[in-house]
């Protein structure tokens, strides 16, 4: 089967632009979390979908949103970028809802970088 | 509120020891506790989950250990290898639901 996968890689925007991230699932996987990874804060929880619906979400501000569509892929978005924003956004999908009582399968990250 | 520690400070082993990593936690009672394995530039890969009701869990070289008691959780590669060289991270289940929680992380460098 193959993996997960993120687009794009790396993507370079300005502060106060918004941005949408990628992800498509391993076949079958419904459940598809969203995270954000820094050197300062290390890998952080933003938001899991399951069946089309957000199932938990993290303590992040309301510029970040996601959406997931009937064939389990997702979305990530993130308005009004501000600088603090620049970090590697992970995407991990799994067959059953529940992050954190099921192995995660990673995709290789999308590199923002807000100047 | 919650808390991780994994040690920040690498740590160096012989190829052949055993490498033995340390995951502590504070103010709260996961039910399960992953541990994952990261290399630069990629994204984390899946290594053991363990459930709070099992004390220990092994797959291949690796074993985890869950002891609820002290809040903390051993990771160890038994006959390492320079392969092994990557950055382990241990991740809980949050207090505030179903969600993780990642420690910070211990990078492992396994000398030939």
């Known amino acids: 089967k193959a993996g997960v996968t993120q687009t794009p890689r790396y993507l370079i925007k300005t502060r106060g632009q918004q941005v949408t991230l990628s992800c498509s699932p391993i076949?079958?996987?419904?459940?598809v979390s969203w995270y954000q990874q820094t050197p300062g804060q290390g890998l952080q929880f933003l938001f899991e979908?399951?069946?089309?619906?957000?199932?938990n979400k993290g303590n992040f501000p309301g510029r970040f949103s996601g959406r997931q569509f009937s064939n389990s892929r997702s979305e990530m978005n993130v308005s009004t970028l501000e600088l603090g924003d620049s970090a590697l956004y992970l995407c991990?999908?799994?067959?059953?809802?529940?992050?954190?009582?099921?192995?995660?399968?990673f995709g290789p990250g999308t590199r923002l970088t807000v100047t | 509120s919650q808390k991780i520690e994994q040690n920040s400070e690498a740590l160096n082993i012989q190829e052949g020891k055993t490498a033995t990593l340390t995951c502590n936690y504070t103010n709260y009672s996961p039910a399960y506790l992953q541990w994952y394995r990261q290399d630069p530039g990629r994204g984390p890969v899946f290594l053991l989950l363990?459930?709070?009701?099992?004390k220990e869990k092994r797959k291949e070289r690796l074993k985890v250990t869950f002891d609820t008691t002290l809040k903390q959780s051993l990771f160890h590669i038994t006959a390492s290898q320079p392969a092994d060289s990557a950055t382990y991270l241990c991740?809980?289940?949050?207090?505030?639901?179903?969600?993780?929680?990642f420690g910070g992380g211990t990078r492992l460098m396994v000398k030939p």
């Open positions: 979908y399951f069946s089309e619906t957000q199932r």
């Open positions: 076949s079958g996987h419904r459940s």
């Open positions: 991740a809980l289940e949050s207090n505030a639901g179903n969600m993780l929680t």
């Open positions: 363990i459930r709070e009701n099992e």
């Open positions: 991990a999908s799994s067959p059953r809802q529940g992050v954190s009582s099921y192995e995660q399968y």
